[in-house]
């Protein structure tokens, strides 16, 4: 199958317009970007669809080779349609920006700049687990069996109640306890609450 040289490089050209046209800040531009790059897609079914051949009618007469290929047509209309609402959405969207903003070009999302500007490293997702993830502290049992944790308060002997390590400080095992019950005695009643 040969392919006709006009069509290739009016294609081509077509394609590269789009796609700078893409690429701009206007709305309007993309809307003709898409519409270039629209029709250039037509031209290439065309072109991929070969030469014109008979019209697709049954003869018992005529060689199967004979018959023009009707798919690329039905899929250059399918495309011209696609085209059709995208170009209509599009429009929507311009006149919508156009009546908010008065002006046609995409600005900087102020969001969009703190993402981008935002290291890949995330010091929490990043950082080494340690060996015991548990939320619940009382669970883990003293190296006796007995005991809820092996930390004793430091100022009689470890005779008194046991104490734990919970988020960094070392907290009576009861108050901890406490925290896990709804209403939580560890904070102070108040608009923003505290830790006691």
């Not at 037509?42 to 008979?54: M, Q, S």
């Not at 100022?155 to 988020?167: F, P």
């Not at 907290?171 to 019950?181: G, P, S, V, W």
Request: hydrophobic share 45%; charged share 20%; net charge negative.
């Amino acid at each position: 199958m040969s392919v006709n040289l006009t069509l290739l490089i009016v294609m081509g050209a077509l394609y590269a317009c789009g796609i700078y046209l893409i690429l701009e800040r206007s709305l309007t531009r993309v809307l003709l970007g898409l519409m270039l790059l629209a029709n250039a897609t037509n031209l290439l079914i065309l072109a991929t669809g070969g030469y014109a051949g008979l019209a697709p009618l049954y003869s018992k007469d005529i060689a199967a080779g004979d018959y023009n290929d009707p798919l690329p047509q039905a899929l250059i209309l399918t495309s011209i349609v696609i085209s059709f609402a995208v170009t209509a959405f599009m429009l929507g969207i311009i006149y919508r920006t156009w009546v908010l903003a008065r002006r046609d070009e995409i600005q900087d999302d102020v969001e969009d700049l703190r993402v981008a500007e935002t290291p890949s490293f995330d010091a929490e997702d990043d950082a080494e687990i340690p060996a015991e993830t548990s939320e619940f502290p009382l669970t883990m049992l003293g190296g006796n069996g007995r005991d809820i944790s092996d930390h004793r308060p430091s100022g009689d002997g470890g005779s008194a109640t046991a104490t734990l390590v919970a988020g960094g400080r070392e907290m009576l095992a009861e108050h901890a306890a406490a925290e896990e019950k709804p209403g939580s005695q560890n904070i102070a009643p108040g608009p923003e609450g505290g830790g006691k």
